[in-house]
Structure formats: C-alpha cells, structure tokens
Antibody, heavy 120, light 110 residues
Framework: QVQLVESGGGVVQPGGSLRLSCAAS????????MHWVRQAPGKGLEWVAF????????YYADSVKGRFTISRDNSKNTLYLQMNSLRPEDTAVYYC?????????????WGQGTLVTVSS | QSALTQPASVSGSPGQSITISCTGT?????????VSWYQQHPGKAPKLMIY???NRPSGVSNRFSGSKSGNTASLTISGLQAEDEADYYC??????????FGGGTKLTVL
C-alpha cells in the first residue's frame, strides 16, 4: 500500500531555513510526479510545489517562488522541500502527496503531514 | 493564483442531496477537465473523492458525483449520511502549469 511519511518539521525563527523530507513506499516512486501542499492552522489547503517524475521540471506557487525548492532522490524514494527565508505566514502543516495514475492532474495519496511553525 | 471560490458552508439533513459549487476562470476550471474534489475530516489528511471532473476513484461511494459547466465545477452528494460531515475542497490545474485549491466548504449534516 502507498505510504508517504513526512519529517523535518519544527519551530524556526523568521528568516530561517528548514528542509522537509518525505519517504515514499508502496509504489514506483520514480514514475510519479509529486506535490507539496500546505494548510495553515484553521485554514484551507494551498498548493505549494510540484516536481515531475524525473525531476526535470518544477513548478511553484507565487507565494513561495524564489524561497522554496522542491527536489527528489529517486534512488532513495524521497521527496524534499527546502524552505528558506521563512515567514510567519509559512506556518502550516505540510503534506507530501502523489500525483494520480495515468497522468492524472489530481492527487491520489497524501501523507499525514508535518507541522512547520515560524515564530520568534 | 487566486483561490477558486466555494461557499463557506452548506448543510443538509440525512437522506437529502446537496451540491457544492467551485467557481474559477477560463484559466483554470474552464480551461481543462482537470478538476478534482477532496474530503477532509478534522485532523486528518484529505481524501480524493472525484478526479477529472466526473470520475470516482475505486472505493468512493457512488453517492458522490461531479460535473462542470463553463468556469464552475460542482460536487453533488446524494443520500447524505452523518459520516459525510467534513470539509470539501475543489482543486484545478491551470494554464500556468500550476494548481489551485478552492477555499473549502464545511458540510454540516443536520
């Protein structure tokens, strides 16, 4: 069964950096594009970034462009999100998620999320 | 990248049907048949309910259905059950090669 397990969340000061990881199992990781989605406390879902299966293309929300970098290591079945110049408004649960089958533009599996808190 | 527009809340009694709308633009919802819907219970990860406007993943009840007209997509839940009470989000691919969520709708089963 598909499993996505995020790690790396925690408390960081404004302007600081953090790297999130997502360990994937139960599917052919190198065959699927992957997303990061976040959810601020008590708020809705916000798409953050997407990376193609081979890492050749990456796409970002305007709110994180230039500050966040999505990457992957297909030999380790792991997805990453490097977050720099963090702001209080980046405080959220960050979900790693898998693109749907057959080139679908949906998300079919989600991790349980990791909480990032940006606060002094 | 403005969020898609959903009603903040909808409600219905058990057995009734409800519809949640999701309004975007010709650059997202209206551009492709790539709208999906997610159910989220408190403290849980979202769950895919509808993909590509009308398709139900295996295991999702046929009480859930999706449709689209122009720049507005809709999720209909028939035969409402207590367990359907949750937040619902629409999600669309855009012409900018990005994705955007709706603001979310809280469904209350009376």
């Amino acid at each position: 069964q598909v499993q996505l397990v995020e790690s790396g969340g925690g408390v960081v000061q404004p302007g600081g950096s953090l790297r999130l990881s997502c360990a994937a199992s139960g599917f052919s990781f190198s065959s699927y594009g992957m997303h990061w989605v976040r959810q601020a406390p008590g708020k809705g879902l916000e798409w953050v970034a997407f990376i193609r299966s081979d890492g050749s293309s990456k796409y970002y929300a305007d709110s994180v462009k230039g500050r966040f970098t999505i990457s992957r290591d297909n030999s380790k079945n792991t997805l990453y999100l490097q977050m720099n110049s963090l702001r209080p408004e980046d405080t959220a649960v960050y979900y790693c998620s898998k693109r749907g089958d057959s080139g679908s533009y949906s998300i079919d599996y989600w991790g349980q999320g990791t909480l990032v808190t940006v606060s002094s | 990248q403005s969020a898609l527009t959903q009603p903040a809340s909808v409600s219905g009694s058990p057995g009734q049907s409800i519809t949640i709308s999701c309004t975007g633009t010709s650059s997202d919802v209206g551009a492709y048949n790539y709208v999906s819907w997610y159910q989220q219970h408190p403290g849980k990860a979202p769950k895919l309910m509808i993909y590509d406007v009308t398709n139900r993943p295996s295991g999702v009840s046929n009480r859930f259905s999706g449709s689209k007209s122009g720049n507005t997509a809709s999720l209909t839940i028939s035969g409402l059950q207590a367990e359907d009470e949750a937040d619902y989000y629409c999600y669309s691919y855009t012409r900018s090669s990005t994705w955007v969520f709706g603001g979310g709708t809280k469904l209350t089963v009376l």
